[in-house]
């Protein structure tokens, strides 16, 4: 069974940072993607960064270029997003997803297997 374990989010204020961690199993970890996206209250799921555990490429979305970095660490079959800069519209419950196969992608429709989600809440 394919489970996605998404841990880290929290509160924290203007300017802080976070860690988000997303803990994968049920598939073999190399060779697929892995995603972050988030939905703010009453808005639509945001794709905002992504990974290819096979050769470690990323995409991001230009409204976190600059400020949230994801890597990855295939021993650990996880995959991270380091938060920096945080603004209060970055507040949204943050997901982990994992798509099968070396493209990369934002549209969260590309994605079959999702995590159950971590509040950040950045306070001004």
């Known amino acids: 069974e394919v489970q996605l374990v998404e841990s880290g989010g929290g509160l924290v204020q203007a300017g802080g940072s976070l860690r988000l961690s997303c803990a994968a199993s049920g598939f073999t970890f190399d060779g697929n993607v892995i995603g972050w996206f988030r939905q703010a209250l009453g808005k639509e799921r945001e794709g905002i960064s992504c990974i290819s555990s096979s050769d470690g490429s990323t995409k991001n979305a230009d409204s976190v270029k600059g400020r949230f970095t994801i890597s990855s660490d295939n021993a650990k079959n996880t995959v991270y997003l380091q938060m920096n800069s945080l603004k209060p519209e970055d507040t949204a419950v943050y997901y982990c997803?994992?798509?099968?196969?070396?493209?990369?992608?934002?549209?969260?429709?590309?994605?079959?297997?999702w995590g159950q989600g971590t509040q950040v809440t950045v306070s001004s």
């Open positions: 997803a994992a798509r099968f196969g070396r493209q990369l992608a934002m549209n969260p429709y590309r994605y079959a297997y």
